[in-house]
């Protein structure tokens, strides 16, 4: 199983293509995720669409927006609300991780091996097989 983030941006327009990606593969939509986290003092969040893997292949893509919202349970926001109503749509409840900033990292691809840990021993993806 290959599990992978692919980042769109960090949340202005691309918070609309992550928002169709969703819709679009709603029979492949497992989960809709926001991980908040601190940087330069500021509240911010990624929102994250996860998706199941692919039959045959086993990749699982999981679509994030990264640190561009402001965190909604500090300061409600216009996107995020966007990103609730799709999740309310789609019949998905938003979880929602605190995870460390991406800064803390010397390399982006840490960053996203760190997050998929965090994803698997919750069991909110598949463990490698």
Request: net charge negative.
């Given at each position: 199983m290959i599990q992978r983030f692919i980042e769109l941006g960090e949340g202005y327009s691309d918070i609309y293509e992550l928002i169709e990606l969703a819709k679009a593969n709603k029979e492949r939509l497992l989960h809709m995720?926001?991980?908040h986290t601190v940087i330069n003092n500021r509240e911010v969040s990624s929102l994250v669409v996860v998706l199941k893997?692919?039959?045959p292949g086993d990749f699982?893509?999981?679509y994030i927006c990264r640190e561009g919202i402001p965190n909604p349970n500090i300061k409600p926001n216009k996107r995020y609300e966007l990103f609730q109503e799709a999740a309310h749509e789609l019949n998905k409840e938003i979880i929602?991780?605190?995870?460390?900033?991406?800064?803390?990292?010397?390399?982006?691809?840490l960053f996203y091996q760190y997050l998929i840990g965090i994803l698997r021993m919750n069991h909110y993806i598949p463990p490698l097989s």
């Open positions: 995720m926001a991980y893997p692919t039959t699982q893509p999981l929602q991780l605190e995870v460390k900033p991406s800064l803390q990292f010397s390399e982006k691809e």
